[in-house]
Nanobody
Framework: QVHVVESGGGLVQAGGSLRLSCAAS????????VGWSRQAPGKQRELIATITRTGSTTYAYAVKGRFAVSRDNAKGTVYLQMNSLKPEDTAVYYC??????????WGQGTQVTVSS
């Protein structure tokens, strides 16, 4: 069992920035593909960014060019840098950690609220 924790959410004005962090027990991040998803009120959860164990990244169209995912394996942490935030980015942001050959483990999420 891997325990995943997201942090860094908060309230920010439109145009501002936040950096989310994702850490997991047993330094599982270092051997895992990691994905960031978000769920806005009344909407389905959507995958917005991924980073593989080797550092390859993908982004959803809605965040491409504004968000950047990175990893620091020495710290066992994956980051989601969010710039030029918009009110429509308001959501609970979740991190999923998938160690090689294992299932995905999800955190409890962190709330991001962007005011106009």
């Amino acid at each position: 069992q891997v325990h995943v924790v997201e942090s860094g959410g908060g309230l920010v004005q439109a145009g501002g920035s936040l950096r989310l962090s994702c850490a997991a027990s047993g330094n599982a991040v270092g051997i895992s593909d990691v994905g960031w998803s978000r769920q806005a009120p009344g909407k389905q959860r959507e995958l917005i960014a991924t980073i593989t164990r080797t550092g390859s990244t993908t982004y959803a169209y809605a965040v491409k060019g504004r968000f950047a995912v990175s990893r620091d394996n020495a710290k066992g942490t994956v980051y989601l840098q969010m710039n030029s935030l918009k009110p429509e980015d308001t959501a609970v942001y979740y991190c999923a950690v998938r160690p090689a050959g294992d299932d995905s483990y999800w955190g409890q999420g962190t709330q991001v609220t962007v005011s106009s």
